[in-house]
């Protein structure tokens, strides 16, 4: 089963603008990570943040958790067609010891 | 760090027979887990070792799946007497025990006809 769920399903931008995806969740987590996905390609690790921390950024990247709203966003900013993928969000529930459950993602397309 | 690589990339068969996918993880890690990914969705988690034994295993994983670790290196998931609900991307990963980040491979695309 699928724990996070992304919003939305698809978002369509032009280049340049900011891009921002949410995950929702449903149980107490160890943390969070985002992965990217181009079509038809393996899962790429972007950001991971832990249960204890409220934002994190790298590069273009800010993710955010609210551990008392069992979601996270994560904000692309000045998007570049490369940025065109799937992004999808997933929860480690706990140290380690269980594998992590993926949602089923946001396309994002970014126009030129 | 040469990356995760599968084998192969793409199979076509035809539905009763057997495939079988290889996933080599990256060397230093201990961990390696298989995904299953239809069109559209997110991964779903199929079963993952620790070195060479499997911790845990998918209610996804029925009876006609098997995986195995030897040696706790390259990984192996067979699929015996495939269905046409058995075509997906098979997604291989892994990782190192308690840093949470998972590498991944391309895939291997299994079409059942």
């Known amino acids: 089963s699928q724990q996070g769920e992304e919003d939305p399903q698809a978002l369509s931008i032009q280049e340049g603008e900011n891009a921002t995806m949410n995950c929702s969740y449903k149980?107490?987590?160890?943390?969070l990570q985002w992965y990217r996905q181009n079509s038809g390609r393996g899962l790429v690790h972007l950001i991971l943040?832990?249960?204890?921390?409220r934002e994190k950024h790298s590069g273009r990247l800010r993710v955010t958790l609210d551990t008392s709203k069992k979601s996270s966003s994560l904000l692309i900013t000045a998007s570049r067609a490369a940025d065109t993928a799937s992004y999808f969000c997933?929860?480690?529930?706990?140290?380690?010891?269980?594998?992590?459950?993926f949602g089923k993602g946001t396309r994002l397309s970014v126009i030129a | 760090d040469t990356g995760v690589s599968q084998d192969p990339r793409h199979k076509i068969t035809k539905r009763g027979q057997n495939v079988t996918f290889r996933c080599d993880p990256i060397?230093?890690?201990?961990?390696l887990y298989w995904y299953r990914q239809t069109l559209g969705q997110g991964p779903e988690f199929l079963t993952y070792?620790?070195?060479?034994?499997?911790?845990?295993k998918s209610r996804l994983l029925s009876d006609r799946f098997s995986a195995e670790r030897p040696k706790g290196s390259f990984s192996t998931l067979e699929i015996q007497r495939t269905e046409q609900g058995d075509s997906a991307m098979y997604l291989c990963?892994?990782?190192?025990?308690?840093?949470?980040?998972?590498?991944f491979g391309e895939g291997s695309r299994l079409t059942v006809l």
């Open positions: 990963a892994s990782g190192r025990e308690n840093t949470g980040e998972l590498f």
């Open positions: 060397s230093e890690h201990n961990r």
């Open positions: 070792f620790q070195n060479e034994a499997q911790l845990e």
């Open positions: 149980t107490s987590i160890n943390n």
């Open positions: 997933a929860t480690a529930l706990n140290s380690g010891n269980t594998p992590l459950v």
């Open positions: 943040i832990r249960s204890n921390e």
